[in-house]
């Protein structure tokens, strides 16, 4: 899944509203957004799943945000989460656009709807976070940290929603999205990158976990995709380092790095700084959060 963004000027203030505000709209297999308007929040479901998953999603995704980090959504003054469906025809992605979600339905073939999978909905929805705090440049380490911050949120809702502690989650982004045909588990794997997937038709999945094998690219906007395995496992191993539910710890240790730390062009490294900086004013220098973020980072090769 390739990410399709785009960057906002400079943000004008506006009144904070309270409460979700949820509209779907469906691009009836067309590509103009944002489409007719076939859902509102508070109004009743429709018989079709992909609004039914779009609304749901953005409302989990919502919730993690407001009730663990204390965030009034995507921008924190309660903007509208704006989504489009059946965008497109035998469309094989979802995005963020900078100002709504969109998503395919995929092919048939090789995925099925972008809508199945929590994790892909706040995945792409966190792209909109990082676009009001961090606004990581969407290149190199600073884009690859950009795709990690939104795996790691798209973790977070799905275990969340599941009530599943760092120990009993699976660590799989976009589990259930290919298609039966597809030889592969899940768009990426936290926990072990690089073996989400091995299939004929899409290769062999080419996340590495350790900087010993970061990849310098001249394709995939210098490796944002590939070399954000290497984050990710750190945040796994940081998350099960410490135990118990990964939102309440490692994720907020992870949200306040980003909120309050990082810049535009930060690297692996800060990244790994940032981390521990924010365990510490969190849980204590020297706590056991700490040295979790401190080991995890190590062990894929970052070192503060």
């Avoid at 989990?60 to 903007?79: H, I, Q, W």
Wanted: proline content about 4%; some cysteine; glycine content about 12%.
């Amino acid at each position: 899944m390739r990410g399709r963004r785009m960057a906002l000027g400079p943000l004008a203030a506006a009144v904070p509203a309270a409460g979700k505000r949820r509209t779907i709209f469906d691009a009836g297999n067309g590509t103009i957004l944002p489409g007719e308007r076939v859902r509102g929040e508070g109004d009743p479901p429709t018989d079709d799943p992909a609004v039914t998953e779009a609304y749901d999603g953005a409302g989990v995704t919502y919730d993690l945000f407001l009730e663990e980090f204390a965030r009034n959504s995507v921008d924190d003054r309660g903007m509208r989460l704006d989504a489009t469906v059946h965008y497109g025809r035998d469309y094989d992605n979802a995005f963020w656009d900078g100002a709504q979600m969109v998503y395919g339905d995929g092919d048939g073939e090789i995925f099925g709807r972008f809508t199945r999978c929590v994790d892909v909905i706040a995945h792409e929805l966190a792209h909109g976070v990082t676009q009001f705090e961090a606004r990581l440049a969407y290149s190199g380490q600073s884009g690859a940290l950009n795709e990690h911050f939104s795996d790691v949120f798209g973790a977070l809702a799905k275990q969340r929603s599941l009530g599943q502690t760092a120990g009993q989650a699976d660590w799989l982004i976009g589990q259930g999205l290919f298609m039966p045909a597809v030889n592969g588990l899940a768009l990426r794997s936290m926990k072990a990158p690089g073996t989400a997937y091995d299939d004929p038709l899409l290769g062999k999945d080419p996340q590495p976990g350790h900087m010993d094998h970061y990849q310098d690219l001249d394709w995939d906007d210098g490796g944002v995709h590939v070399n954000s395995g290497i984050p990710n496992r750190a945040f796994y191993l940081a998350s099960v380092g410490i135990g118990g539910l990964a939102w309440k710890t490692a994720g907020r240790i992870w949200y306040d790095a980003l909120r309050d730390e990082l810049r535009p062009r930060a690297t692996f490294r800060h990244a790994a700084l940032a981390t521990l900086n924010v365990a510490a004013k969190l849980f204590g220098e020297g706590s056991l959060e700490q040295k979790a973020v401190r080991a995890a980072w190590e062990e894929v090769g970052v070192t503060a």
